[in-house]
């Protein structure tokens, strides 16, 4: 599916490219250094016909890689291996063949496509650079896709591999040299890191910043106007990046509807609002009240979720004008950041470096880690993981005390079989976390499914205020099973009391209060000896109110929390939320 939107935006990209192209060929051309010629050619009537032949030249090489052959275009290198490994044990080396053939026959089909797609634009340019116009082009353009000269197969060959994530990048040098930093167990534990990292190439080229390479190609066009390569590689850029802006402009403005979440929380408040409210990265809120997470169709749906990042990060009234602009600009590197392989990489260095310190819970992201490390390493991995999902529905509690414990469950819970013998995860409002895609969904669908909060009330206040429901981390001791109850018990109560709060008094009052009413409260409080009164001063009367009742409701969280940790199993849930917050309903 990545590989299929990929060609597409590949094509559609062709649009501007190609008017950039003409205007760079235009503009030396009148200058009367350049040669006039262009590199560029979208030809909307040859579009079905290329995308045809191209795909019965892919099938073509999928059957090839099916039968274990050597690419007709070039050998594949998708999954960095230089060659197939046999085992001796028969059934091993069925499995293990069939998975990396069906994957590189997959590469293939699509690499088709995309060298048959460059072969013909590059002949339909070769023509029009000769004079030619209508149908002799067609004519002409034929020919030369018959008798391609070696330049015209050398790149076809580099778009192709460009279009599947296989190129030669500085990315993906730099990831094949740090896996050779840890020589045999570095091919165990990162088997695949090419491709991740040409992901994270591509998110750069189809954003902002893929117009450094536009200036830098123009620069050395301008240097030397004959140099044709130069400005096909400058109006190739102008078009990827011209459409990942727009991809990122379209996920800013589905933001700003409440249509679409951004990259992954880093900051714990934000990843705790994110769970209570069934929150997922890069997601479009569907019309059947779920998230869909797309952020799987790479680039664009990356694109589409550093929009929304960066409309949340403008619109996030708590960090000043300075620290918006370097989240702003640093959005894209936040994308790669999120990819599987270098968040893979991340959590295992924040892992480690909070295990030498010392910090809480750093024992609980190493197995975490290791454990997802573990598992991919397996051959087929993505399916059986796609397997154990879709027979699963319901999300499967890795968490535990210790670290033997964590990195058994974390490979467990992606296993066929044996997910369901761990606990289930419990969201803070005590309801369990499931999936909604079912087996064939999680086999063959690339916008995972999640069930948004719209429509419940308490989930949707705690979305509109951005409020912090803390989690529960597994006690000494405790068993799988008496965590799952305690969190259940836990999300009832909060949800109990964050209920009641929003049809108190003091919720009431708060909302029709003006501003001479709120400050009266806040001085009520005060005199009460309530403790961290938020400050009302220098905000409008909408963020008083906002602010104010964020107070009330994380208050009473925590004190619902402080009672819960000395009554359980025995739990009282506190009157009207809380003594804290009686007296507040005043009329």
């Known amino acids: 599916s990545g590989n299929g939107v990929f060609g ?245 403005l589905l933001a700003k509807e409440g249509k679409m979440t951004g990259l992954h929380p880093s900051n714990p408040r934000t990843r705790n609002e994110w769970a209570a409210t069934n929150k997922q990265e890069g997601s479009l809120l569907g019309p059947d009240g779920n998230y869909y997470n797309i952020t799987r169709i790479s680039p664009l749906g990356n694109s589409m979720a550093i929009g929304a990042q960066m409309y949340d990060i403008f619109t996030n009234t708590d960090i000043n004008g300075a620290e918006q602009a370097v989240l702003l600009a640093t959005a894209p590197l936040s994308a790669i950041s999120s990819l599987p392989m270098t968040a893979t990489l991340r959590d295992a260095v924040q892992g480690l470096t909070a295990l030498a310190s010392g910090q809480e819970g750093a024992s609980q992201a190493v197995a975490r880690t290791l454990g997802r490390t573990a598992q991919a390493a397996i051959p087929g991995s993505s399916l059986l993981r796609g397997v154990a999902y879709g027979t699963d529905p319901q999300v499967r509690e890795t968490r535990a005390d210790n670290f033997g414990e964590r990195f058994q469950r974390q490979v467990m819970s992606q296993i066929p079989g044996l997910s369901q013998r761990l606990p289930a995860r419990i969201d803070p409002l005590g309801e369990p976390v499931t999936r909604e895609s079912g087996l064939v969904g999680s086999l063959s669908n690339p916008l995972t499914p999640k069930e948004s909060g719209v429509g419940d009330p308490v989930r949707e206040e705690i979305d509109r205020l951005n409020l912090s429901i803390p ?60 403790r961290n009164v938020p400050d009302l001063s220098n905000i409008s009367e909408d963020q008083m109110r906002d602010r104010m009742l964020r107070f009330v409701y994380e208050s009473a969280i925590a004190e619902t929390r402080q009672e819960l940790s000395k009554a359980f199993p025995a739990m009282n849930v506190p009157g009207e939320a809380g003594s804290l917050f009686r007296g507040l309903g005043r009329n």
Do not use: C, H
Not at 484 to 499: D, F, P, Q
């Open 8 to 252: 597409a935006l590949e094509t559609v990209k062709d649009v501007p490219a190609t008017i950039m192209d003409r205007l760079l060929a235009a503009a030396l051309a009148r200058s009367g250094k350049g040669t006039g010629q262009i590199t560029k050619d979208f030809d909307i009537k040859e579009l079905a016909g290329t995308s045809l032949r191209g795909a019965q030249r892919g099938i073509k090489e999928a059957q090839r890689a099916m039968r274990g052959e050597p690419s007709q275009l070039q050998d594949l290198t998708r999954w960095d291996l230089g060659k197939e490994t046999n085992y001796n044990n028969a059934l091993l080396n069925f499995y293990t063949k069939g998975v990396f053939r069906t994957l590189d026959a997959e590469d293939r089909l699509f690499r088709g496509v995309a060298f048959q797609r460059s072969l013909e634009e590059q002949a339909r340019v070769i023509a029009r650079n000769e004079g030619l116009t209508g149908d002799a082009v067609r004519a002409r353009a034929r020919e030369l896709i018959d008798t391609p000269s070696d330049e015209m197969v050398l790149r076809s060959i580099q778009d192709s591999e460009y279009a599947v994530f296989q190129d030669k990048t500085a990315l993906s040098k730099a990831a094949l040299n740090f896996r050779r930093m840890f020589g045999e167990p570095g091919q165990y534990f990162l088997p695949f890191v090419k491709t991740p990292a040409n992901i994270a190439a591509r998110i750069l080229d189809y954003s902002p910043a893929g117009m450094i390479k536009f200036l830098r190609e123009t620069g050395k066009l301008l240097s030397n106007p004959t140099n044709i390569r130069a400005q096909r590689e400058a109006a190739d850029a102008f078009g990827r990046s011209s459409i990942g802006t727009a991809a990122m402009a379209t996920g800013w």
């Open 471 to 530: 989690r529960l981390s597994p006690r000494e001791g405790e068993s799988g099973e008496e965590f799952e109850e305690r969190s259940r018990a836990y999300g009832t109560t909060i949800n109990t009391v964050m209920t009641a709060l929003i049809n108190s008094d003091a919720k009431r009052n708060i909302d029709e209060f003006d501003v001479a009413g709120l400050r009266g409260m806040v001085d009520d409080m005060k005199a009460r000896g309530f």
